[in-house]
């Protein structure tokens, strides 16, 4: 894969001309070859390889003219159309290779014809389906602005996505070509997973105990390791007739016994690995602008009310405060007796100033910490810092927010025990792949809007930034991904946000391409209709007025899916940047570590431009030659190895870069001099004119700012919410302005904003005091 980015596109056209010529050529002059019909279909093969690749050629120079332009930056070159032209070119490599070993051998006695033919035949077909997918890229090159990866108007380019998506054969991508993009160390590692899943897939939903289904799967995986074709033809059926309900089943068969225990054998040993459960209460911390002041958190309450919150602490050397008897009050039943304590040759070290909280990936559906121990052991190690990993509540049974206010309060939480975890978390970062990635960055976000400490840095590996459909060059990626199929990935956003989904029963054997299509169809159609609608929900929720409200969620408004729930699609457009421009402005550090051939790249892409775009510190790196999820194969190969290098190098930046003030720490203002300051805050005068007086002109007397600040804590006598109450008992008073849109203008036409039922909620962004909160263009 690196020599084919590094090769020059021409070069390698001419070569794949050349050796189709040479091979055409022997194949068909005068020769004693025994191979009959073989030798009939290798020269049909070679020469549909050479129209390809004349058809190819002048695709891949115009995309290689252009697609710089879509990079971060001329140091961090990465974007999907590279990845596409990358891929292609590894195809072309491997085709090159083996007319070469064909040309070379076919007089030898051990020269396996049929088996050459049928991989010359799988590679042709793969090329052909690559060329059909740069197609459908350049239908994105010419329809989106120049230097944006995702489409505005995605309606009509998504439907047209579906369309291809519909015509395309995928089952190549899955057979005797699997895994061809990727490292070579990979491919018998990506080989059996797909083997055994799609073995697991056949016996899925019959009466089986597990471990009669695990014998099963084990003797019928042997056909598909015999026949690749049928392997292909196996995975694309159950990519897109197996519903959520399978795919959590098999992922969370990394959560067994056996595969954690080999996975604790392969990863460095640790003193601490201790399950916690946190009872829901409420907490209380001290806001950022003024730590003399507190604010209260609630525990999670959507869909089913207060619960706990489980998390997993992880620490390579016993620390003190990780053995108190403080701690132990929190230990879940599944741990063994406390011992870390009682061992007299090990050596407590004092607090470590650092401290990683961690939310792992699976798509917001499946795995917990368990999945993801054998990297947060290392992290543990080699950066000397516990680890605490929130085992969130998963989708569809939690929808969104659920996991979002479980992460949220594992963050407070840790910030006001940090002393039970073995550190004093003077610098504190989140990590988080993949899900987790997302998880990250929408719990900064929480933190800034409820005016608390915000984290010092984020490391996000490839994230889930952008939860829509949206087409984009890199989602073309999720038609040949193994491990992230475009099926698989369109059900989990289904999930995570909360919406009735197409479910096809697995009993049903479907051998046509348009039996195949039609699924597809109906599942990215239900997506569009309804994960797209809960994120124009959470953007615009002021258009959705005739809508009723989730009761059992009222931090957010999600669509349901059932008629008479469901908005018009009229007026509804998906957003390119899913973000308040506002929130973003005060997000910590962000280091992303993406994949160049993962299916969320250009995500990383347009996120980490549109940080930039605001002033953002933000980094990116692109891995070459790896999947989705490398972070959980880092033992598997030095490729994946060296990428996890890379995101522990990501955090340790994090920790040591220097303590300077940083603008989300502060209270950001346009004009210090004309600040006020009300109940011991600064205010904006013009932020407390516009919102509670309702006049154009800003106060320019004592007792103009006296009618704001008693504007304000008229408004502050209006909230419900008992931590309100418990401050003005102590003579403390509180700004908290309920904003049901952060992007809405705040002074058009004087009006006061609607104060919601929910004053703590996360979309009413309570603002105590912060101009920073608002940008200058906002009010």
């Known amino acids: 894969m690196r020599r084919a980015s590094k090769m020059d596109h021409r070069a390698l056209f001419s070569a794949l001309e050349k050796v189709c010529e040479e091979n055409i050529s022997i194949l068909c002059g005068p020769s004693d070859l025994p191979y009959g019909s073989v030798t009939k279909r290798l020269v049909t093969c070679l020469k549909k390889i050479q129209e390809h690749g004349r058809a190819l050629e002048p695709l891949v120079s115009s995309f290689a003219a252009v ?7 001329a140091q961090t070159p990465g974007n999907g159309y590279r990845s596409l032209v990358k891929i292609l070119q ?23 014809a049929e088996h050459n033919a049928s991989e010359m035949e799988a590679y042709c077909s793969t090329l052909c389906q690559l060329r059909a997918l740069l197609h459908v890229a350049q239908m994105l090159l010419n329809d ?6 995702h489409n505005l108007q995605d309606e009509e380019l998504s439907s047209r996505f579906v369309q291809e998506y519909m015509s395309m054969h995928k089952a190549c991508f899955y057979g005797r070509c699997l895994g061809f993009q990727f490292s070579p160390a990979l491919r018998p590692f990506l080989q059996t997973i797909i083997i055994s899943m799609v073995s697991y897939g056949e016996t899925f939903g019959k009466q089986q105990s597990g471990v009669g289904t695990a014998a099963l799967s084990l003797l019928t995986s042997g056909k598909y390791v015999i026949n690749p074709e049928l392997r292909g033809a196996e995975f694309e059926r159950i990519t897109q007739n197996l519903d959520l309900h399978f795919w959590k089943s098999f992922w969370n068969i990394t959560e067994s016994d056996i595969l954690s225990g080999f996975t604790r054998i392969a990863s460095n040993p640790v003193q601490v690995n201790l399950t916690l459960t946190v009872p829901p209460v409420t907490l209380h911390l001290p806001l950022a602008s003024d730590h003399r002041l507190s604010t209260a958190v609630s525990p999670p309450v959507a869909h089913w009310g207060p619960g706990p919150v489980h998390m997993r602490l992880i620490s390579y050397e016993l620390r003190e405060g990780q053995d108190s008897e403080e701690l132990q009050t929190f230990f879940r039943s599944d741990n063994a007796p406390i011992s870390v304590g009682h061992l007299p ?79 004093t978390a003077e610098r504190i970062c989140l990590a988080g792949d993949s899900a987790g990635g997302n998880l990250c ?26 939860l829509t459909t949206d087409a984009s060059p890199s989602r073309l990626l999720t038609l040949l991904d193994p491990l992230l199929p475009l099926g698989v990935l369109a059900r989990c956003l289904n999930a995570y946000a909360g919406t009735n989904f197409q479910t096809v029963q697995p009993s049903e054997r479907r051998g046509s391409l348009s039996a195949l299509g039609r699924d597809t169809a109906l599942l990215l159609s239900d997506l569009t209709q309804g994960a797209s609608k809960w994120i124009q929900s959470f953007l615009e929720p002021n258009r959705s007025s005739g809508v009723k409200r989730s009761q059992s969620t009222p931090q957010m408004r999600i669509w349901l899916s059932s008629p008479q729930h469901r908005p018009p699609s009229s007026g509804i457009h ?30 990383s892409v347009t996120f980490a431009k549109k940080l930039r775009g605001l002033g953002q510190p933000v980094s990116l790196t692109v891995v070459e030659d790896l999947p989705h999820g490398f972070l959980s194969l880092s033992h598997i190969c030095k490729e994946t190895q060296f990428a996890a290098d890379i995101c522990v190098s990501r955090i340790r930046e994090v920790f040591e870069q220097e303590k300077a003030t940083m603008a989300h720490h502060k209270t950001t203002t346009l004009q210090d001099e004309e600040d006020i300051k009300v109940a011991g805050l600064r205010v904006r005068p013009e932020f407390l004119w516009r919102l509670w007086v309702g006049r154009s002109r800003t106060p320019t007397s004592e007792s103009d700012l006296g009618t704001c600040a008693e504007g304000a804590e008229e408004r502050s006598n209006t909230c419900s919410t008992k931590e309100t109450h418990s401050r003005r008992n102590k003579g ?31 979309t009413d962004y309570m603002i105590w005091g912060r101009s920073s909160f608002f940008p200058e263009e906002e009010y």
Not at 361 to 382: D, I, P
Not at 574 to 584: A, D, G, K, Q, S
Not at 589 to 597: D, F, G, M, Q
Not at 735 to 747: A, H, V
Request: net charge negative; aromatic share 10%.
């Open 67 to 73: 697609y710089h332009h879509y990079d971060l930056d």
């Open 90 to 112: 590894s195809c072309i490599l491997h085709i090159i290779h083996k007319g070469r070993y064909i040309s070379s051998n076919y007089n030898g006695a051990f020269f396996r």
């Open 144 to 149: 989106n602005e120049h230097g944006q990866l």
């Open 345 to 423: 040759w090990v050596q407590k070290l004092p607090l470590s100033p650092w401290l990683i909280l961690h939310f792992h990936g699976g798509g917001f559906v499946a795995q917990t910490s368990r999945s993801h121990e054998s990297y947060l052991r290392n992290w543990s190690k080699e950066l000397g810092v516990p680890v605490l990993s929130v085992d969130y509540s998963l989708s569809p049974e939690a929808p969104f927010p659920r996991a979002l206010e479980e992460c949220f309060y594992a963050y407070c939480w840790a910030l006001n025990n940090c002393h039970l975890l073995g550190s």
């Open 441 to 466: 960055i929408t719990v900064s976000m929480r933190a800034l809007s409820a005016g608390i400490r915000v984290p010092d840095g984020i490391m996000a590996a490839y994230p889930a930034t952008l």
């Open 574 to 603: 998906l957003c390119r940047h899913c973000w308040p421009p506002n929130l973003l402005k005060g997000l910590p550090p962000i280091h992303i570590v993406a994949s160049a051939l993962d299916a969320l790249l250009d995500d």
């Open 732 to 762: 403390e008073k509180l700004l908290g302005f309920g904003l049901e849109n952060p992007s809405q203008d705040l002074s058009s036409n004087g009006a006061t904003p609607t104060h919601s039922e929910e004053t703590n909620s996360f």
